[in-house]
């Protein structure tokens, strides 16, 4: 498989974008669960399910996407 340079460093830039908007989505959602009244440890354990799903989801949208082009 022959890459260019321009579509590996698009690739990293995604995956980076990802992987911010990943973790704001965990702090996030582990910020409002405390808010809420969960326990330090609730409110860590749902934000790592939040990270985990919106990772899954994401990489599965950008492998779709790379895919088809």
């Known amino acids: 498989m022959n890459t260019s340079p321009t579509h590996l460093m698009l690739l990293v830039l995604l995956l980076a974008v990802v992987a911010l908007f990943c973790t704001l989505v965990g702090a996030a ?9 969960a326990t330090y440890t609730t409110a860590l ?14 990489l599965a949208l950008l492998t779709f996407v790379l895919t088809a082009l």
């Open 29 to 37: 959602a582990g910020l409002l669960a405390r808010i809420d009244g």
């Open 45 to 58: 354990l749902r934000g790592a399910v939040a990270f985990a799903g919106s990772a899954t989801l994401s």
